[in-house]
């Protein structure tokens, strides 16, 4: 097989606990015999991985996938014993969850859910247009509170060691991770009234400039105001 450019072999290691019935035909001179029998599909396995003969003298490199969410620590470590790889993609994806919780855990109660999307899109859209991360840089360029980065390195300090980011300040950036991270974090402002509000996470400037939150003292209510100037076509 073919891994970081280099053909090396590899062992495959493959569970199911699933077995299905499939058809065996067998030909005769005459006839054609047809069997049922059981067997594993390849495509509902459960859980495999792959073992590439390279790296030994670090610890052989190791593709992974478990399809059951119910017990995530049986398979990579109780079973392979292996641990993630601490590439760029590795730290690629763990610097922007940690980002998110920052978000969830620190923006979200001091400030509010507007501001906790538009820095989670700004996070994103920040390693999306660069190919090398520093963190000094980073931190002048999402968090436009100033106030806020002391308490972004305070955070670090605490939940740092659960990301293994503690010691990281500057890396190569992955964009197929950025991609797959985006994809998961929430855009969204669910309000008690039974409305969502939708931001852009390719466009985050729209939601700063032209979505303003208010309170109404006659109704006793937050609003939000929205400025456009005509409606699109979805």
Known sequence: MLIDKEKVSAIGIFKSEVKQDF???DWDQENLNISVRKGIS????????LIFNTGEENGYKVLSVDRNRYDAKYWPED???????????FQTKNYLKFCKDFAKEVILPTEDKQQEVLFLNRAVNHFASRDQFEESHFLNDVLENP?????FKNYKVNKGPKYSIEDVSEFPIANKAVSDIRKKFKN?????TN?????????PESAEKFVEKGWDEERQMYYYLVYFNRETKS
């Open 23 to 25: 058809f065996e035909f």
């Open 42 to 49: 390849v495509q509902k396995l459960d859980k495999g991985c």
């Open 79 to 89: 079973f392979l014993s292996i641990s993630a790889l601490k590439d760029e993609n």
């Open 147 to 151: 106030e806020l980065i002391p308490e």
């Open 188 to 192: 969204e402002i669910h309000l008690d």
């Open 195 to 203: 409305i969502h509000i939708k931001l852009d996470f390719f466009n």
